[in-house]
């Protein structure tokens, strides 16, 4: 389906031309390109078939495809080339994938690249001694998958951590090896919980206490000042959560700080929305931490086959601890100004209770919208079971926006159509203060509910507390890019993301797909600020484009 037709296909989000995408594989940066491998189906848009997909960028933003870098050829990844990770040893870059053999058992495989003087890494070889970690002993073959990023100690070996099933439990096992092709299980995991299943796609990176720039993964010069970050995947409930903690490279153990309890519930998520499989990698160009997760469809099977894709992944994100050395913060990468065009711009501006003001004058489909709304006291905010903070996707469920709360609901109506018309859809992405034991807390939701009068939608609520402290602020932002069918937002400056697919149906016949910022609480909330921007398309993974390879042929 050309993008003209089809009003799903996003303009400034990564997403191959057709077929079927999930999880990112091995971002890196390589000799003045960005490298993006990711899960690919080349043979139509759904699971299967999964090999790796491929694509370079100078700036992160516009793309160009490059054929399969792994594709299912081998006995031992027959059945499939999952996920994994790109190292760099002794300079070179070195991929670790899972594949499932032809024993139908979840294996570690290793492959080089074929030409080392290729800066496109185009073409990979996988030695015929593959497969470099199997499921033994009490590993589940089934789950032993995801190898991370590898690092190197100061004792001279390498580490990987793998994500498996043992006994019922999860487990991050830790792998070492001198050379990076023999690899030994260390007797201890990095990290299991009794009550997890299945830890898919760990990350492990460090991350600064003094700095927002990002670390590269090598323990000898992250002495000191730093942190270190746990990221997994759990199959159960299909979401991300991360750990913050120390790790002892002596014992290789990590150390979640005090306040983890072996609970994922309590645990914070990479994003309270609808991704999966997140990956970050360090960007030496700009020094920096970039996160890239699958955000998957939420339409029926049916919808996906029609229109020959499925799949995106999020705006790359700059990641880094917040100054409470709890959280981290994410925010979209400094070069989406570059997609930026007209503007519109409010300042102190009342949002009187019950106000609906639109943001009119630019393209509402395509949009990078950032607000600061003040609040005059707390005084208002409603009182809250605090049975909520382990569930608050429930207290979104329960809510709409349109309820007149104490303060709020406020913030903004995405993609919105006929507001109470008869042809009504919206999008709403909010907040609400409240009083939990005394402690005031700002909560954000979303729900889909009326996002989409299109059959087959799935259409959750999604809830989260956000870490700021409103008490001391009295401020909170949001900001969120709308891009035809997906709406990804950041608030309270980046410390909870919310990812949402939405699939609105007027904007197919045509109707306007209207933005507003609202309060529908009792008390005037003011806007300090909102600037937003229209969105240029960026060139994206377009079929046979070659702006890019075409400088190294
Ligand atoms: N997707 C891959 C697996 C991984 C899962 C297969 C997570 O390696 O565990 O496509 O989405």
């Not at 590898?150 to 792998?175: H, K, S």
């Not at 955000?295 to 049916?302: G, Q, T």
């Not at 930026?340 to 609906?356: E, N, T």
């Amino acid at each position: 389906m050309a993008n003209e037709i089809d009003p799903d296909r996003t303009a400034f989000h990564f997403q191959p031309s057709k077929n079927w995408l999930n999880d990112p594989c091995g971002p890196l940066y390589y000799k003045g390109l960005y490298h993006f491998f990711y899960q690919y189906n080349p043979k139509g848009p759904l699971w299967g078939n999964i090999a790796w997909g491929h694509s370079v960028s100078t700036d992160l933003v516009n793309w160009e495809a490059l054929d399969v870098a792994l594709d299912c050829t081998d006995p031992f990844d027959i059945n499939g080339c999952f996920t994994g990770s790109v190292t760099f040893v002794a300079g070179e870059p070195v991929i670790l994938y899972t594949s499932y053999d032809d024993k139908k058992r979840q294996v570690q495989n290793i492959a080089f690249r074929k030409n080392v003087s290729d800066p496109l890494l185009r073409e990979w070889t996988k030695p015929g001694y593959n497969p470099i970690m199997l499921p033994e002993g009490d590993i589940d073959p089934a789950n032993f998958r995801d190898p991370s990023t590898g690092w190197f100690g100061q004792d001279g070996y390498w580490r990987a951590a793998v994500g498996a099933n043992l006994e019922g439990r999860a487990e991050i096992l830790l792998y070492k090896s001198l050379n990076f092709v023999n690899w030994e299980r260390n007797e201890f995991p990095l990290h299991k919980s009794q009550n997890c299943g299945m830890w898919e796609c760990p990350d492990f990176f460090p991350v600064s206490l003094s700095s927002k720039d990002g670390l590269d993964l090598d323990p000898s010069v992250n002495t000191g000042n730093i942190k270190h970050v746990l990221k997994v995947s759990l199959a159960e409930t299909f979401q991300d959560y991360y750990l913050v903690g120390m790790y002892d490279e002596k014992k290789d153990v990590f150390v979640p700080d005090e306040g983890y309890e072996d609970d994922y519930k309590t645990w914070p998520m990479i994003d309270y929305g609808h991704i999966y499989a997140s990956k970050s990698f360090f960007d030496g160009k700009k020094n920096r931490r970039i996160l890239w997760a699958w955000v998957n469809e939420s339409d029926s099977v049916a919808d996906d086959v029609k229109r020959g894709w499925s799949g995106i992944q999020t705006f790359p994100r700059a990641i880094w601890l917040d100054t409470d050395a709890k959280q981290l913060i994410q925010w979209p990468i400094e070069e989406i100004k570059s997609l930026r065009k007209k503007q519109v711009q409010l300042c102190d501006f009342q949002l009187q209770s019950g106000a609906r003001y639109e943001i009119s004058g630019i393209l509402t489909s395509q949009v990078d919208i950032e607000v600061e709304f003040e609040l005059q006291s707390l005084e208002g905010a409603e009182s809250l079971d605090n049975s909520y903070l382990l569930d608050p996707s429930k207290l979104c469920d329960e809510i709409t926006p349109f309820d007149k709360g104490g303060i709020g609901p406020f913030g903004l109506f995405v993609l919105s159509s006929d507001i109470n018309g008869a042809q009504e859809e919206h999008t709403a992405i909010y907040f609400r203060i409240y009083k939990i034991s005394d402690r005031y807390m700002a909560f954000m939701c979303s729900d889909l509910k009326s996002s989409s009068r299109r059959e087959g939608v799935t259409k959750p609520a999604y809830g989260a507390f956000v870490g700021v402290d409103i008490s001391k602020d009295k401020r909170i932002s949001l900001r969120t890019l709308i891009d035809h069918s997906v709406v990804e937002s950041y608030g309270g400056g980046g410390r909870t993301c919310m990812t949402l697919r939405v699939y609105p149906k007027h904007v197919l016949t045509g109707q306007t797909s209207g933005l507003y910022v609202f309060n529908h609480g009792s008390q005037e909330v003011k806007i300090r600020e909102l600037n937003a921007w229209e969105m240029a398309k960026a060139r994206v993974n377009i079929e046979n484009d070659d702006f890019i390879s075409k400088e190294y042929i």
